[in-house]
T-cell receptor, first 115, second 113 residues
Framework: EPEVTQTPSHQVTQMGQEVILRCVPISNHLYFYWYRQILGQKVEFLVSFYNNEISEKSEIFDDQFSVERPDGSNFTLKIRSTKLEDSAMYFC?????????????FGEGSRLTVL | AQSVTQLGSHVSVSEGALVLLRCNYSSSVPPYLFWYVQYPNQGLQLLLKYTSAATLVKGINGFEAEFKKSETSFHLTKPSAHMSDAAEYFCAVTTGTASKLTFGTGTRLQVTL
């Protein structure tokens, strides 16, 4: 069964460092998302991406965040200068649209720890 | 704007008992509603979805949910809890493919012997 894959599964970084989280969405999907979950809290929307551009972003997704689809398969989230409060589990998701309207398929997540 | 409210951050049931996890939604347009489950240290797995077809939706692992427009609810039920059902359950809403999925705060289900 097709799945969304994320790397790395866990990354530890120093405050102020740049981090790139990588995702390979399901191959025929058109809509891509990043969500995050701070430990013990709810899953929060960060950004959605369609047709090679951001379609929606939350107030969390400020200038230190960026997303990119550098080739036909990868979808990345970059955090330019990490802060302690960026420590969270980051989930990538993709959606195919059509009959599966609104149904997102999630990866296993990338745990980011900022020290 | 859309939102969901999950009543009860923690629910405990005995094995074999009925599971009822509550979710109420708010949406200015007809919503699509979902329940996701998250097992410890894992990602989110879709349990079931409502996308304007049948109001009673059956999902995996014996779970089902009923969309009630008059009550703006989408409660999740399972007739008989199993130990393996212990997890965090998230209700979520969207208004379409191009719209973000908004999650509730989650309900942690504990199943006791």
């Amino acid at each position: 069964e097709p799945e969304v894959t994320q790397t790395p599964s866990h990354q530890v970084t120093q405050m102020g460092q740049e981090v790139i989280l990588r995702c390979v969405p399901i191959s025929n999907h058109l809509y891509f998302y990043w969500y995050r979950q701070i430990l013990g809290q709810k899953v929060e929307f960060l950004v959605s991406f369609y047709n090679n551009e951001i379609s929606e972003k939350s107030e969390i997704f400020d200038d230190q965040f960026s997303v990119e689809r550098p080739d036909g398969s990868n979808f990345t989230l970059k955090i330019r200068s990490t802060k302690l409060e960026d420590s969270a589990m980051y989930f990538c998701a993709s959606s195919g649209g059509g009959a599966n309207t609104g149904e997102l398929f999630f990866g296993e997540g990338s745990r980011l720890t900022v020290l | 704007a859309q939102s969901v409210t999950q009543l009860g951050s923690h629910v405990s049931v005995s094995e074999g008992a009925l599971v009822l996890l509550r979710c109420n939604y708010s949406s200015s347009v007809p919503p699509y509603l979902f329940w996701y489950v998250q097992y410890p240290n894992q990602g989110l797995q879709l349990l079931l979805k409502y996308t304007s077809a049948a109001t009673l939706v059956k999902g995996i692992n014996g779970f089902e949910a009923e969309f009630k427009k008059s009550e703006t609810s989408f409660h999740l039920t399972k007739p008989s809890a199993h130990m393996s059902d212990a997890a965090e359950y998230f209700c979520a809403v969207t208004t379409g493919t191009a719209s973000k999925l908004t999650f509730g705060t989650g309900t942690r289900l504990q199943v006791t012997l």
